[in-house]
Every structure is written in C-alpha cells, then in structure tokens.
C-alpha cells in the first residue's frame, strides 16, 4: 500500500520542519517518494503533523465495558487525531498478569486503529504489597509499571519496585500523592473547596509524596516517569531535582493547563477529576512548566465514565474525564496562551511523549511510522455529546468553543479516520 498525502503545511516537531510539501508513506513507512501511490489524501489548506502520542488513556476493557468499549475509544482516539495510546493498567481485572496483556493487545489489534501500548501493574491487584512478574509482563508487550491511581503505602515495597525496574531498565510510571493525606479528599483544600463544604486534598499530599520518590530515584537510579503532576509547589520541586540529574520526565493532563478549582462551581462533577483542580496560581504555572520544558508533554487523562455515575452529589460522583478527542485542540489552545508556535505546541503531545515511551513514531521522517493527523488548526466546533465519539461524554468543555479539527488520520499507511 502506497499512500501520498499531498500539498499540505508538514510539521515535524521533531525537526523543526514546517513547510508545505507532500508525505509518501509506502509498507507501513514513511519514504522520501517514488512510484505511483495507491491513494492520495489531498491536504491543501491544512496541517500535516505526526499522529499524537498520548500516553495516559484508559479504554475501559477489560472490566468496565458498561462505561465504555476498547471499540468506541479506539474511534475516539483516531477521530481526536491519536495514533498511539499508553494504556494504565486499572482495568478489572489489573494488568498484572502476561495473559490479560496479550488479550488486550490483540483485540486492539483486531480493530486496526491505533496502536495500543499496555502500561504493567507494578503490583499484583495494584494492592502495593507484592511486586508483579515485571520481566514476564515487559515480555508480554508492557512499556513501563505503574500503579494507575493506586497507592503503594509501604515505602519498602516501593523501593524493591524501584530497585528492580532499575535492575533490568524498566521505566516506573507513579503518580505522586500521599494516600492518607488525600484519604476521602475530592478536592483542591482551598477557599472553594472550604465554601463548597468538600473535603480536600492539600498540596503537599503531592510534594511529599514526590519528596519521597525523589530520594528512592536518587538510591535506585531507576528512571521514573512523574504522571499528572498539578502544583506550582510540585513543579519547583521537579525543577530542581531534574537540573540535580535524576532519570524523571513528566506529563501533566491537559485539563489542568485550562482549569482551576474556581471551576467547579455549584459542585460540577465533570470537574470531579484525579488529581484535583487546584488553584489559579497552579494552573498557571504547570502551563508555564510545559512550556518551558520542566514538564516533558501533555496527556488526555482520558477516563470515561457513565453518565450514572457522573449524575451523583459532587464528593460521590466517579472522578475523571474524556479526553481523546479533546487533546488537540486544547493543547492548541495552550500554545496560543503561551505564543508558541505550532510547532513547539504540537511536541509537547507527539515527539516528546514518543521519547517517554520509547517508540519510533512522533516524527515524519523517512523510515518512521507511517502514523499522520491531518488537521485544520482554524476550525472551529463545539463540544457537545453528539459530536463525541467516546462512549464517554463527561468533560468540564461540554458547550465550549474550541478551535483544531482532524480530518484524516493514517495509522501505518492506512486512512483509519476520515472527517
């Protein structure tokens, strides 16, 4: 299969290249041309870029299908121009075992959408008590361990993980939060949260759990992947232990670069997320953090949830948001915020995620993937259900105006969405 995606603006974050030009894909792979191709995709007027990278997407299989199917995320995912996703390992059953990996790495395969990466339990159940078979499940096609949302409260446990995955090269993903510091917390422990009348979770539930990982990273030498960092305290924090030269990247979930704890409201569950929307200040400096590389990318956090569950009393409703189609156009409306260029916008969700997770796409050069979003950066839509492909309609931007729409997305060579 020979495929041309012709006369569009190519860019490459990962080369500084943007110019118009054309992009022969052919067996699966980006080449510098040559030959007839089989198809063409006309991209005149619109940007070409690598398919987005998004390495914190949960499809909800197995276990939760009442809340979504690994099929309408996959759709999801394409339509919001993403063509490799990293997949937490909190389904029901975890992903702590080789069998439940290949599954599910199958059936994402079967679909032929994008390409799914599983994210290994650390460990077993995601109880924090018993390390997983770590060589077995990276054998299976595990990218890195994480605890998903998962506690480990015994730091001996966490550091025989980290010593391990030291041992034979395995990324760690954690997020940081002490877990009896946020115990019943559904909220940023601030003003609003204290006029709400909700129970909140402090800031430095995050720096103290991320002082702690910082000294078992500094014992261990094992690289660790900070997930969904969300304060200005965490941020200095990481700043300085990353020019100290700890092995650490970062991400922080897109709803945070936008959103604060002032937009909760009159108790607006779709703002019910994990972590907290945190202050103003906050925001504000994990969007200056991205931009100035302190924070290596931006995730969707995608986690759908039923509507039942979203409908309940805000410290009751299920915490989380959907996100794949939403991360382009948010994460466009950051680099403008920021007056970024394209560009440096597009490689905080494509080449610097590639790099995290160790995989060659993310860039549009000869031999790479074949992987492309081709999008219209000035055309605007509204958030609503209808236009929602996800299972799950529950995001803070419903009836928001956003700008960036994907028209075509190419997985290894094959229009696998088309607008």
């Not at 500084?16 to 063409?40: N, Y």
């Not at 389904?91 to 290949?102: C, F, H």
């Not at 650390?122 to 078979?133: C, I, N, P, R, S």
């Not at 156009?329 to 915020?337: D, F, K, Q, T």
Request: net charge negative; charged share 25%.
């Amino acid at each position: 299969m020979k495929l041309l995606v012709q006369g569009g603006r190519v860019i490459d974050p990962a080369s500084g290249r943007d110019a118009l030009g054309d992009v022969f894909i052919a067996d699966g792979k980006i080449v510098q041309g040559g030959g007839t191709p089989d198809r063409t995709v006309d991209a005149k007027g619109l940007v070409v870029a690598p398919g987005l990278i998004d390495l914190a997407a949960r499809l909800r299989e197995p276990g939760h299908e009442h809340k979504a199917t690994l099929e309408s995320e996959m759709d999801a995912a394409v339509a919001g121009g993403v063509t490799s996703l990293a997949c937490p390992p909190d389904t029901d059953p975890p992903l702590d075992e080789p069998g439940l990996v290949d599954m599910l790495r199958r059936r994402a395969k079967a679909l032929s959408r994008a390409r799914v990466y599983p994210v290994g339990a650390l460990t077993v159940k995601l109880a924090g008590k018993q390390l997983t078979e770590m060589a077995e499940l990276a054998e299976a096609g595990c990218v890195a361990f994480s605890q998903a949302n998962m506690p480990v409260s015994d730091t001996q446990v966490l550091w025989r993980a980290l010593q391990y995955a030291a041992t034979f090269g395995f990324p760690v993903w954690l997020r940081a939060e002490d877990a009896w510091l946020a115990k019943d917390g559904v909220a940023h422990d601030g003003e609003v949260a204290t006029r709400l009348g909700l129970a909140g979770i402090p800031v430095f539930a995050e720096t103290i759990a991320l002082a702690q990982l910082f000294e078992l990273v500094r014992a261990t030498g094992a690289r660790v992947h900070v997930c969904r960092i969300s304060s200005a305290a965490g941020v200095a924090m990481l700043r300085r232990a990353r020019h100290e030269g700890l092995p650490l990247t970062c991400d922080v979930g897109i709803h945070h670069l936008h959103l604060s704890d002032m937009d909760l409201g009159y108790f607006d569950s779709h703002c019910r997320l994990m972590p907290p929307l945190r202050s103003q200040r906050d925001r504000d400096a994990l969007a200056a953090a991205l931009a100035d590389g302190t924070i290596d990318c931006a995730v969707s956090d995608h986690t759908p949830v039923d509507e039942d569950r979203k409908l309940l009393p805000f410290a009751e409703a299920e915490p989380g948001a959907t996100g794949l189609e939403l991360l382009l156009p948010l994460a466009l409306r950051w680099g403008v915020e920021r007056k970024l260029s394209l560009a440096q916008t597009l490689a905080r969700i494509t080449s610097a995620p590639a790099r995290i997770l160790g995989v060659a796409s993310g860039r549009i050069e000869p031999g790479a993937p074949g992987d492309l979003m081709v999008f219209d950066p000035e055309a605007h839509w509204r958030v609503s259900p209808g236009e929602l492909r996800s299972q799950g309609r529950n995001t803070p931007f419903l009836g928001v105006e956003l700008a960036g729409r994907v028209r075509t997305t190419i997985v290894a060579g094959h229009v696998v969405f088309e607008a």
